[in-house]
C-alpha cells in the first residue's frame, strides 16, 4: 500500500501560479506512474498530469504548456508546478499512485486526501 499526502493548495489570483507537492510512502517501489487528477463541483475527476517511472510525461490538453510535473525518486515526491492559472483551474487536486500500467489506464491505484486550488480575482 502506497500513502500520498499533498500540498500546496490555495488561492491564487488568474495568471498566478502554484506549485502542488506530494509525498509518498510505504510500498513504493514497484509505482508505474504517478500523477495529479483534478475534479472540479459537478464534474467528473480527471488527468491533469501523470509521469511513468521511466520518465515519460502526459498532460491535458487545457493544462499543456502552462503545467509542468516533475518526479524526485530519490525524496518520492512528485510536484505539479501550475503557471498562468484560470479560473477554470478551480478544483480540488488529488495526487495518484499507479502500482502497475493497468491502474494508470483505469486511474486506480493509491490517492491523497486533495488539495483545494482556486483561481479567482
Avoid: H
Avoid at 504517478?34 to 502526459?58: C, D, F, H
Avoid at 524526485?72 to 500500467?101: F, I
Wanted: proline content about 2%.
Amino acid at each position: 500500500q502506497v500513502q500520498l499526502v499533498e500540498s500546496g493548495g490555495g488561492l491564487v489570483q488568474p495568471g498566478g501560479s502554484l506549485r502542488l507537492s506530494c509525498a509518498a510512502s510505504g510500498s513504493i517501489f514497484s509505482i508505474y506512474a504517478m500523477g495529479w487528477y483534478r475534479q472540479a463541483p459537478g464534474k467528473q475527476r480527471e488527468l491533469v498530469a501523470a509521469i511513468t517511472s521511466g520518465g515519460t510525461t502526459n498532460y491535458a490538453r487545457s493544462v499543456k504548456g502552462r503545467f509542468t510535473i516533475s518526479r524526485d525518486s530519490a525524496k518520492n515526491t512528485v510536484d505539479l508546478q501550475m503557471n498562468s492559472l484560470k479560473p477554470e483551474d478551480t478544483a480540488v487536486y488529488y495526487c495518484n499512485a499507479a502500482r502497475t500500467y493497468r491502474d494508470y489506464v483505469a486511474a486506480a491505484g493509491s490517492w491523497g486526501q486533495g488539495t483545494q486550488v482556486t483561481v479567482s480575482s
